[in-house]
């Protein structure tokens, strides 16, 4: 018999494609009559910006920079992240 509930799972940052997360007396009632643990397999989606190579995000757009600036040593442009867009200086 499948029950219906919900419980919080707190998913850490990096959590990689097939990582599993226990939940400790979330799952089902055994036939001892207590409590089971409760596996979450995690499935990470492919994103339109990033892409992942072990535990680093790649923009999949290359930023542009002029060749002036690239040959003077002086780069200022808008890069995005996960949360916001930030400004890299060099």
Do not use: M, N, W
């Amino acid at each position: 018999r499948v029950e219906a509930g919900s419980c919080s799972i707190e998913i850490p940052k990096g959590a990689e494609d097939g990582a599993r997360i226990t939940v400790e007396d979330e799952g089902d009632i055994g036939v001892c009559g207590t409590r089971g643990d409760l596996v979450a397999i995690i499935r990470v989606e492919d994103d339109d910006q990033f892409y992942r190579r072990g535990a680093d995000l790649i923009l999949k757009t290359p930023l542009k920079v002029s060749l002036r600036d690239a040959l003077g040593g002086t780069v200022d442009v808008a890069a995005p992240t996960l949360d916001a867009s930030v400004r890299i200086r060099t």
